[in-house]
């Protein structure tokens, strides 16, 4: 089954502890990003990575950190989380091509809800 | 900078009516994709599509209609004869063109959630 998989999907942390949020996807897509979603500022993107080793940042990337060593993974890293970073968290992937329409899909992970004490 | 407009926060319509969601979006490219999704009471995100700047066809997918309009900047979502389950939170976002065939940064709009009532 073609997915995209998050862990954890809930976390409560503190201040300053090093968190690494995991994505995973199994359907060999070269492009994937990692979002957040919070009450009253809607979805925005954090970073996103055309291919392995190639990362670059989205709307929101102050705080966070991501590595694309491998395809298929594309790991999330809070360095020193602070409360600011308490969201919900969205990593996507998708195979881009030519012709677009509703058949060339992106595919969600199911979230990770992060609250940062 | 880019931006994406979704003026309506909320639209309440009776089961089998027709809802428009409107998205108008500002750019400077000259080509960029369009994308909608959507986000049901459930919190999972779906994509439910992507158009190129330069394929102003519009789109149907069952219920579902785009309508792109380059002159206007908008890129409108239908559903025909709305049913419960379509209530849910829609997005609308843009992105720039990056290489043939990839995306880059994507902009959403705020969302217009839907409301379907029996």
């Known amino acids: 089954e073609a997915q995209v998989t998050q862990n954890p999907r809930y976390l409560i942390t503190v201040t300053g502890k090093k968190l690494t949020v995991t994505c995973s996807q199994n359907m060999n897509h070269e492009y994937m990003s990692w979002y957040r979603q919070d009450p009253g500022l809607g979805l925005r993107q954090i970073y996103y990575?055309?291919?392995?080793?190639?990362?670059d940042k989205g709307d929101v990337p102050e705080g966070y950190k991501v590595s694309r060593k491998e395809k298929r993974n594309f790991p999330l890293i809070l360095e020193s989380p602070s409360p600011n970073q308490t969201s919900l968290y969205f990593c996507?992937?998708?195979?881009?091509?030519?012709?677009?329409?509703?058949?060339?899909?992106?595919?969600f992970g199911p979230g990770t809800r992060l609250t940062v004490l | 900078a880019q931006k994406v407009t979704q003026a309506q926060t909320e639209i309440s319509v009776v089961e089998k009516e027709d809802v428009t969601l409107d998205c108008v979006y500002e750019t400077r490219d000259t080509t960029y994709y369009l994308f909608w999704y959507k986000q049901p009471p459930s919190g999972e995100l779906v994509f439910l599509i992507r158009?190129?700047?330069?394929?102003?066809q519009n789109e149907i997918s069952g219920r579902y209609s785009w309508n792109f309009q380059k002159s206007t900047s908008s890129f409108n979502f239908t559903i025909t004869a709305s049913q419960v389950v379509d209530s849910a939170v829609y997005f609308c976002a843009l992105s720039e063109i990056i290489q043939t065939d990839s995306w880059g940064k994507l902009q959403f709009g705020a969302g217009t959630q839907v409301v379907v009532t029996p």
């Open positions: 996507a992937s998708s195979s881009p091509l030519s012709s677009g329409g509703v058949d060339n899909e992106q595919f």
């Open positions: 158009r190129n700047s330069f394929d102003e």
């Open positions: 990575s055309m291919n392995v080793e190639v990362t």
